[in-house]
Nanobody, 123 residues
C-alpha cells in the first residue's frame, strides 16, 4: 500500500519560511506526477505545485509563483515544498499527493495522498 507522510508544518509570521518534506514509499516514482495541494475548512482544495518525478517539469499556482519551490530527493524518496515570504493567505493544511496525470486534472485524479500538515501564517 502506498504511503505518503508530510511533516514540517507550523506557525510562522508573515515573511517567514517553512520547508515541508513528504516521505513516499511503495510507489513506482517514475510514472507519477507528485505535488502539493492545500485546503481550508469549508473551501475547495487548491493545487499549489506539481512535479514530474522523471524530468524537471514543474507547475505552480499563480498565487505562489516566485515564493514556493517544489523539489525531490530521489535517493531519500522525499518530496519537498519550500515556502518563502509566507503570507497570511497561505494558511492552510498542506497535503502531498500523487497522480498518473500531470497538469490541470492532477487534483481530480489522485491515487495517493498524505494526512496533511497545518501551516499557519500570522500577520
Amino acid at each position: 500500500q502506498v504511503h505518503m507522510e508530510e511533516s514540517g508544518g507550523g506557525s510562522v509570521p508573515a515573511g517567514g519560511f517553512l520547508r515541508l518534506p513528504c516521505a513516499i514509499s511503495r510507489l513506482s516514482f517514475e510514472h507519477y506526477a507528485f505535488g502539493w495541494y492545500r485546503q481550508n475548512p469549508g473551501r475547495e482544495r487548491e493545487t499549489v505545485a506539481l512535479l514530474k518525478w522523471s524530468g524537471d517539469a514543474t507547475l505552480y499556482a499563480d498565487s505562489v509563483k516566485g515564493r514556493f519551490t517544489v523539489s525531490r530527493d530521489n535517493n531519500q524518496k522525499t518530496l519537498y515544498l519550500e515556502m518563502n515570504n509566507l503570507k497570511p493567505e497561505d494558511t492552510a493544511t498542506y497535503y502531498c499527493a500523487a497522480s498518473l496525470v500531470y497538469g490541470g486534472s492532477w487534483l481530480k485524479s489522485l491515487d495517493a495522498w498524505g494526512q496533511g500538515t497545518l501551516v499557519t501564517v500570522s500577520p
